[in-house]
């Protein structure tokens, strides 16, 4: 059996609690983007890098000693 309750409220403090309960709305929003970017940025770290670069060249190419004496 489903009772109706009702209940009389002041204006002000009607809209202190719809502003309340805009800026935890704010958080919960703001928490959620924050644990998203947080998995994005973990999931992108588990792959390497490509920093550029070349190979490197064997030492006897760059220590051509024949050619020295």
């Known amino acids: 059996m489903k ?3 009702t209940i009389s409220v002041e204006k002000s403090l009607l809209r202190k609690a719809r502003a309340l309960a805009q ?3 704010r958080i919960a ?3 959620s983007e924050y644990e998203l970017a947080r998995r994005r940025a ?3 770290l588990s ?3 490509h920093l ?8 006897e190419a ?3 000693r024949e050619n020295l004496r």
């Open 47 to 49: 792959a390497p890098f």
């Open 23 to 25: 800026e935890l709305l």
């Open 29 to 31: 929003n703001r928490e």
């Open 62 to 64: 760059l220590h051509d």
């Open 3 to 5: 009772q109706n309750i």
């Open 42 to 44: 973990l999931a992108r």
């Open 52 to 59: 550029g670069g070349r190979k490197r060249l064997p030492r």
